[in-house]
C-alpha cells in the first residue's frame, strides 16, 4: 500500500504554533531526557546522591547492559498487551472524532493492576529475588529509551498511511525531526489495540509501582524489615496509580487523548520517563535510609490525604458535570454559557481555582517527597520537575480553552483569577 499521498503533501489541517521549544526542543529534548533519566538513577545509588557532584556518578559499560533486561521487558509488555484484551470491564466509547465517529476503549485497566498484583505475590512465593530489581533499575531504564525511540519510529512512518482526519492538529508541521517528537498520528491502532491509550495507563504505570516493590523487596533484603519512609512512598504511589486505573475511562478525555499526537514525546515519557524517575523516592531509600518520627509520618499522610481528596473530588466533579451536567450532584453548580453549548464550572472546586486538580496533584507530590527528609534535593526532583510539567500544561490548556471558548473564557478568568494556587498564581 502506498503513503496516503494527502497527508504526503501536507494538505492536512494543522495548529501552526510549535510546543516544547519547536525544532530546537525536538532536537534537545529526546538526547538530554534520556540521559536525565539515566543520570538520576545513577545519583539516587551513590553515597553522596547530590545532583550537583562533579564528577557526575556515571555508570559503567556493564551496568548498563544485562540480558536479563530485555527479556522482563519483552514479558511486562506482552502480559498487559494480553491483559488488554482480556474481556473483563466495560468498553467504552471515546470522544467524538473529526471525521464523526467514536472509538471504542476497553476499561479493564484496574483489572490489570490486580492481575499484575496477584502475580507479583505469586512470584514472590515461588522465591523470585525482587531486590534484585535494583540492580536491573539502570539496564531497565535503558531497554525501555531503546524500546521508546525504535516504537516512535515505527508510529512516525505508519503515519504516513493514516487518513487525513486521523492526524494530531499539532503534528503535521511538514518538519520531519518535530513531527516525530510531538506525533503526527492522533490514535494509532493495530486493529482494535489503541497505542497511545494502552501506553499511557499500562505498561509504565503499573511498572512503577512493581519498580517500587522492587526496591522495597531491597530494603528488606539489606536491613531486614522495609522502613516506615518506604512504606509510604510505596503506600502514596500506589494509591495514585490504582486511582488512575480505577478511573481509566476519565483518561479518554484528557488532553494527551483527545489533542495530542502519538509522538516520541508521549512515548518515552509512558515507557521510560514515568516508571524510571516517578519512584526515585524508593530508590534513593534503598541506600539513604531515614528515620522518620510517627508526628512526622501523620502529617505527612495528612498532606497526602488532602492533596489526594482535591484531585480526586475535583477531577471527578468535572467529568460528571461533562458526562451529565444534570446529575444531582454538579446541578446546581454556577456555570456560564459558552458559544460552543458547553458550559463551564464557575463554582465548586473550579470555581476555587483555574485547575484545582493540579494543585491536589502536587500536594501529594510533595507529600511523596518528604518521607526522605530534607538533606538531598533529589527526592525533590518530582515535584520540581511537575510543578514545571503543570505550569506549561496549564498555560497550554488556557490557550486551547481560549480558543474554544473565547469571550466566555475571558469571563471565567475574571471570575476565578487564580490558575493553581489560590492567592499566589
Ligand atoms: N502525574 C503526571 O505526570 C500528570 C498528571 N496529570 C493530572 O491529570 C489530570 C488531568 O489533567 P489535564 O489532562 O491536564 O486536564 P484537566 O483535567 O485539567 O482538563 C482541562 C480541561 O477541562 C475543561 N475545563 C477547564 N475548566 C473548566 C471549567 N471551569 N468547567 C468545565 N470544564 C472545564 C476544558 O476542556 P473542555 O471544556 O473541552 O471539557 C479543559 O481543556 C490532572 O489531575 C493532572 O494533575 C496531568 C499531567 C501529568
Ligand atoms: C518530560 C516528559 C517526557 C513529559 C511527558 C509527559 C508525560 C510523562 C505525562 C503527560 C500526561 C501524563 C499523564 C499521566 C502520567 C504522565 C503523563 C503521561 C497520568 C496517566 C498519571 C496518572 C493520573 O491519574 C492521570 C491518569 C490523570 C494522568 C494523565 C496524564
Not at 504516513?160 to 494530531?168: C, E, I, M, V
Request: proline residues 7%; hydrophobic residues 45%.
Amino acid at each position: 500500500m502506498r503513503p496516503n499521498s494527502q497527508a504526503l503533501k501536507h494538505k492536512v489541517p494543522h495548529d501552526t504554533e510549535r510546543e516544547f521549544g519547536g525544532t530546537l526542543g525536538a532536537i534537545c529534548i529526546p538526547i538530554f531526557l534520556p540521559l536525565t533519566v539515566l543520570f538520576l538513577i545513577c545519583v539516587s545509588r551513590s553515597p553522596e546522591a547530590s545532583v550537583l557532584q562533579w564528577p557526575p556518578p556515571l555508570p559503567s559499560q556493564d551496568q548498563l547492559w544485562d540480558p536479563v533486561a530485555p527479556m522482563l521487558l519483552l514479558a511486562w509488555i506482552t502480559l498487559h498487551t494480553l491483559l488488554y484484551f482480556m474481556p473483563l470491564g466495560k468498553v467504552s466509547e471515546g470522544l467524538l472524532l473529526r471525521d464523526g465517529t467514536r472509538l471504542k476503549y476497553p476499561i479493564n485497566g484496574f483489572h490489570a493492576l490486580c492481575i499484575s498484583g496477584v502475580l507479583l505475590m505469586l512470584l514472590l512465593g515461588l522465591g523470585a529475588p525482587m531486590g534484585y530489581l535494583f540492580e536491573l533499575l539502570v539496564p531497565l531504564a535503558v531497554c525501555a529509551i531503546a524500546v521508546s525511540f525504535v516504537f516512535s519510529v515505527y508510529l512516525y512512518i505508519r503515519s504516513f498511511w493514516a487518513p487525513s482526519h486521523a492526524l494530531a492538529l499539532g503534528g503535521n508541521t511538514g518538519n520531519p525531526l518535530y513531527d516525530f517528537f510531538i506525533g503526527r498520528e492522533l490514535n494509532p491502532r493495530i486493529g482494535s489495540f489503541d497505542l497511545k491509550y494502552f501506553c499511557e495507563l499500562r505498561p509504565g504505570l503499573i511498572g512503577w509501582v512493581v519498580i517500587n516493590f522492587g526496591m522495597l523487596m531491597k530494603e528488606v533484603e539489606l536491613r531486614g524489615s522495609p522502613s516506615l519512609a518506604m512504606i509510604l512512598v510505596n503506600s502514596f504511589q500506589l494509591l495514585y496509580v490504582a486511582d488512575a486505573l480505577w478511573n481509566e475511562e476519565a483518561v479518554l478525555s484528557t488532553m494527551d487523548i483527545v489533542h495530542d499526537g502519538f509522538g516520541f514525546m508521549l512515548v518515552f515519557g509512558d515507557l521510560a520517563w514515568v516508571p524510571f524517575t516517578y519512584g526515585l523516592q524508593a530508590a534513593f531509600l534503598v541506600v539513604h535510609p531515614q528515620a522518620l518520627t510517627s508526628l512526622r509520618a501523620a502529617a505527612i499522610i495528612a498532606l497526602n490525604g488532602a492533596g489526594y481528596y482535591i484531585f480526586r473530588k475535583s477531577n471527578s466533579q468535572k467529568n460528571q458535570f461533562r458526562r451529565d451536567p444534570s446529575h444531582p450532584t454538579v446541578a446546581r453548580l454556577e456555570t456560564i454559557a459558552t458559544a460552543t453549548g458547553k458550559r463551564l464550572l464557575v463554582s465548586g472546586w473550579w470555581g476555587f481555582v483555574r485547575h484545582p486538580n493540579y494543585l491536589g496533584d502536587l500536594l501529594m507530590a510533595l507529600a511523596w517527597s518528604l518521607p526522605c527528609g530534607f538533606s538531598h534535593l533529589l527526592p525533590y526532583f518530582y515535584v520540581i520537575y511537575f510543578t514545571v510539567l503543570l505550569i506549561h500544561r496549564e498555560d497550554r490548556d488556557e490557550r486551547q480553552c481560549r480558543a474554544k471558548y473565547g469571550l466566555a473564557w475571558d469571563t471565567y478568568c475574571r471570575r476565578v483569577p487564580y490558575r493553581i494556587f489560590p492567592y499566589i498564581y
